[in-house]
């Protein structure tokens, strides 16, 4: 077994942070800066301010954009960021993600994991949310996910251009012999207005890197900004659009080999017995080698190409041992049920007294309901694949991931080498969506990088391989109950939600010795946190004991949560009598921003007109990752089945720096979401996922999509997430137009188990 296993140095720190309470050893890591990593690679004559902005003579400059591409757009903002304090132009700037580094932490990632919703400001609150924020810091984990790589970096960027931007004004007062004061900066270039002087960036940089940068440095204000605000470029586009090698699949090495991997398709389980001799001996390969890890237990083959290596996997004969866990769907979900029903949990929303509001509850006015979700497949388009290289005690990583940190660290304990010896090249991500925040397949390249003599080795998944070997969005059941009032509305909800706990999988996979601290409050994410006002409202998470791998995966608990919460609510709005929308308006009085985003969606849609026969609409809201979206979708029947006409969408995102990637994640979101409730799910018989590819779990196709529109609200006083927040609605905005078409309330995804789309 490898030594991943074991604690870290940083994790230990988290566990002590965390114990104590983020006491004097945690506030001591907490204030001192990393490293600039731009330091000792920087060109000749190049010089660099900190660890987003380099510049070179030539007044080329750098921005570096430390989060992964993976289609959202985040480089084009990142850098953005930069530019708007630097005074100069995205076409102007070159961006690169850069190195593996502390120096990037993510703080945003760890802040709303208190116990407190996003719409919560009281002083224990924000003071949870400061605290778990340096937990960030300490751990120096740079990563991409949650929503939050613009929130963790709209004020550490914008400091970063400001203060470049200070110090090259300074250095170039002394060389022009004027105060600064009597300086500005435009386009690159600093401008001495009275005399008609200037100089570039580029020709004071030696000078400016030598003055210490200023401690406080003013940013700009919201009515002078040039660039945020505004829809951008994407900085990522031409590339693509050009077939430009960016993606890890694109690697090529001198003297390359290429692998792959066979893990055994029951989870936990070994091999009872193997035999590989036909294998080795197949034309093009060089090894087979035996992997032992926590994330599974199998072989990786390497081989003079791809091909070899995948014919050679398949003719590996091996017989897996049997699961620990129920060998199909049927048994599993049976485990997720009697969870629901009957295991103990933790009340993440206990407001008022829910038994007490049930116990002389006339029958008339309750209702119960049950809903289930399957697992689910990331299914990035690009192939699960990563690039290792161990030579002269140097190991070379190159792969699409979420986690350069994390990998990095991993990959030298695998390798046995310091850290300052791995370098990692993160590339551009053919689809992420939280697979990619995954260690596997960098572990894996490493392990096989170690039996290839110095050359390096390409490893490329199988489709087949990876739909069975992912670490999933875990399936869940809910039941929930409620009691109307006589005016139809909830006077008391009841919310059990059983899933497998994500975080007690990943600390298995990443740090086994490690149990996780209190309730793993994404079990209830988008259920327990919600703008709604009931007198008595509980929402309990119950972490299912199943020993199947999950994950984050794109808006993580919230997607299938706000199925729940808001198909019950639609129930809750039949029983009573009431309009849907009417019934979340009354619910949310207490909350202007989410009032706004349903009077807007509603006035978009054209909500409560009348439609021709065969026609419906379904409305939906949650607020997730800090956005408050509500969506509604009109669907029509047709002699081919549901087809999906229209999607009006509403957010409020607090803050909108790049209108045009906000909409386009929107979207994106909602047509991930849309994909989900429509027809994916993952199963299992003997003990293994039975889908293999995109044609057992597509995606909606362009001819399925519905036509779009958008509107993007600023009203609420903290910006929110774009990533994921358009997923959670659409899942619940399409069934609950399914039951206003069809009068079919489905509680069990995927839909089309009971309706056909067109």
């Not at 059990?496 to 740090?511: C, D, F, G, N, T």
């Not at 997923?727 to 399409?734: E, F, M, Q």
């Amino acid at each position: 077994m490898w030594r991943l296993g074991k604690i870290t140095r940083r994790a230990f720190m988290l566990g002590s942070a965390a114990v104590a309470g983020g006491v004097a050893v945690g506030y001591y890591w907490y204030k001192q800066p990393y490293a600039n990593p731009l330091e000792g690679t920087l060109a000749e004559g190049e010089a660099t301010f900190n660890p987003y902005v380099k510049i070179a003579p030539d007044n080329t400059i750098t921005v570096i954009a430390p989060r992964a591409e993976m289609g959202q757009g985040v480089s084009t903002t990142l850098a953005a960021l930069v530019a708007e304090e630097l005074e100069v132009g995205l076409d102007q700037v070159k961006v690169e993600h850069g190195p593996a580094s502390y120096a990037y932490y993510n703080s945003a990632m760890f802040e709303e994991g208190g116990p407190f919703a996003f719409f919560d400001d009281s002083a224990m609150a924000e003071a949870t949310r400061a605290a778990l924020g340096s937990v960030g810091k300490i751990l120096g984990l740079q990563g991409t996910g949650g929503s939050t790589s613009i929130r963790d970096a709209f004020d550490k960027m914008r400091h970063a251009g400001a203060a470049a931007r200070h110090v090259l004004v300074a250095a170039a007062a002394d060389k022009l012999g004027v105060a600064a004061a009597e300086l500005t900066t435009e386009g690159g270039m600093v401008l001495h207005k009275a005399s008609g002087r200037s100089v570039a960036y580029g020709e004071v940089v030696a000078a400016a890197a030598a003055i210490a940068p200023p401690s406080e440095v003013r940013l700009k204000e919201k009515g002078e900004w040039r660039l945020l605000g505004k829809s951008q470029p994407r900085v990522d586009m031409l590339a693509k659009v050009t077939g430009a090698p960016i993606f890890g699949i694109d690697v090529r090495l001198p003297d390359m080999l290429y692998g792959t991997v066979r893990m055994s398709p029951v989870f936990g389980a070994k091999p009872v017995k193997a035999d590989t001799s036909k294998a080795e001996k197949m034309p093009g390969v060089v090894k087979v080698v035996s992997l032992d890890t926590t994330y599974g237990h199998g072989f990786g083959v390497i081989a003079e190409n791809t091909w070899a290596a995948f014919k050679a996997a398949e003719a590996i004969d091996v017989e897996w041992g049997p699961p620990a866990y129920p060998a199909d769907s049927d048994g599993i979900f049976a485990v997720i049920a009697e969870a629901a029903a009957q295991g103990e949990g933790t009340a993440l929303r206990d407001d008022g007294d829910v038994d007490v509001a049930f116990a002389d509850a006339p029958q008339e006015r309750v209702i119960e309901a049950e809903y289930r979700v399957p697992y689910l497949a990331h299914a990035p388009m690009e192939p699960m694949n990563a690039t290792a290289r161990l030579k002269d005690g140097v190991l070379d990583v190159w792969a699409p991931n979420q986690m350069p940190t994390l990998t990095r660290s991993f990959c030298a304990d695998l390798a046995g080498v310091e850290e300052a010896k791995v370098n990692v090249n993160t590339t551009a991500l053919g689809g992420g969506f939280g697979r990619r925040g995954e260690l596997d397949y960098s572990l894996y390249a490493t392990l096989l990088a170690k039996e290839a003599e110095g050359r390096p080795v390409k490893v490329t998944w199988t489709r087949e391989e990876d739909f069975r070997h992912d670490a999933y969005r875990t399936a869940a059941v809910g039941r929930f109950r409620a009691r109307l009032g006589e005016d139809g509305l909830p006077v008391a909800v009841d919310m059990r939600v059983a899933a497998q706990s994500m975080m007690e999988s990943i600390l298995k996979r990443w740090y086994p010795s490690i149990s996780p601290l209190g309730p793993d409050r994404t079990i209830t994410d988008g259920a327990h946190n919600q703008p709604y006002s009931i007198p008595s409202y509980r929402v309990t998470a119950i972490a299912a004991p199943l020993g199947i791998p999950v994950g984050f995966l794109r808006s993580v608990g919230n997607s299938y949560n706000g199925y729940f919460h808001e198909c019950f609510m639609d129930e809750i709005a039949a029983m009573g009598k009431m309009d849907p929308v009417a019934l979340r308006m009354k619910l949310m009085s207490q909350f202007p921003a989410a009032v706004k985003v349903v009077e807007k969606v509603a006035a978009m849609a054209k909500w409560g007109e009348a439609l021709p026969a065969g026609r419906a609409k379904g409305f939906a809201f949650t607020l997730s990752f800090g956005s408050w979206v509500g969506q509604i979708i009109e669907i029509a029947d047709t002699p081919a089945g549901i087809k999906l006409d229209k999607m009006w969408i509403a957010a409020d995102v607090g803050l909108a720096l790049d209108p045009g990637i906000i909409e386009a994640q929107l979207i994106s979101g909602a047509i991930y979401g849309l994909s989900t409730a429509m027809s994916q799910q993952i199963t299992f018989a003997d003990g293994m996922v039975e889908q293999s590819n995109f044609h057992d779990q597509d995606a909606l196709r362009i001819s399925q999509c519905p036509v779009f529109e958008v509107a993007i609200l600023e009203n609420f006083h903290k910006m929110g997430g774009v990533g994921e927040v358009g997923t959670p609605p659409s899942v619940p905005a399409l069934a609950n137009a399914v039951f206003a078409l069809t009068g079919k309330r489905i509680r069990t995804l995927p839909l089309d188990r009971e309706v056909t789309f067109a």
